[in-house]
């Protein structure tokens, strides 16, 4: 789908009617004539000029467009201004967008500018979420480093013991990966003690993560138990 701003926008948006009568803004949309122009006039207008500027493209679209269908312009126009709770709302919807089109690089930009607000905003349980989607995307990615990182550190925040459990699953899966089999049962342990007991799917998907780490170290008795 082509999103657009239709011609009389300047009406809605007159910071954009200056940069028109200049030349360097596009009538057909809001976007600069060239890739030099948008850098050059970047680095001489002041942060709350830019920040006004895309806010009111943000805004547009908010009035012109369904959420769902501008999730990328929106999440990427409010990311210049100081409304983080626009930002947490656009920017984890469309990392949402992008993970379902299994972009999984472009998700996790977007889920670490949703974080980013979501940590100025002190809102917990938007954070330990974000960090666990942040986590996956690296998973995805191959990069074992950041996506442990984002678990461990999902795993310090106040969340539901079930919700920790499935962390603890995904942390001992990474420390497979990297061939800490020792941490990685260590994980799984501690999820299925979470848990109380493996009766549940999370937790026989933490036992066969335990066995599968066991049988790696060589550890063969007991591996199911």
């Known amino acids: 789908m082509c999103l657009t701003i239709p011609e009389d926008y300047h009406q809605i948006c007159p910071l954009r009617k200056s940069l028109q009568r200049s030349g360097l803004v596009s009538r057909d949309g809001p976007r600069f004539v060239h890739a030099i122009f948008q850098e050059v006039t970047y680095r001489n207008i002041s942060p709350r000029w830019n920040a006004a500027y895309h806010r009111d493209i943000g805004e547009a679209y908010e009035r012109l467009y369904r959420s769902e269908d501008a999730a990328f312009e929106l999440a990427r126009h409010f990311s210049y201004t100081r409304e983080h709770r626009k930002i947490l709302k ?9 993970e379902s ?5 472009q998700a996790s930009r977007y889920y670490e500018t949703a ?5 100025e905003l002190a809102d917990i349980c938007a954070k330990s979420e974000l960090l666990v989607r942040c986590g996956d995307c690296y998973m995805l990615l ?12 999902a795993l310090d ?7 920790k459990a499935s962390v603890y699953r995904k942390a001992a899966m990474v420390h497979e990966k990297m061939g800490d ?7 799984c342990e501690a999820g299925i003690v979470l848990l109380g007991g493996a009766r549940e799917r999370e937790g026989v998907m933490l036992l066969l993560a335990q066995a599968s780490a066991s049988i790696r170290m060589g550890i063969t008795d007991g591996a199911m138990d």
């Open 142 to 153: 191959g990069d074992l480093g950041k996506a442990l990182g984002k678990y461990l550190a």
């Open 115 to 119: 974080l980013a607000s979501a940590e």
């Open 157 to 163: 925040a106040d969340i539901e013991d079930s919700a």
């Open 90 to 98: 656009y920017a984890t919807l469309a990392g949402e967008k992008a």
């Open 181 to 187: 089999y020792a941490a990685s049962i260590k994980d």
């Open 101 to 105: 089109s299994i972009a999984p690089e």
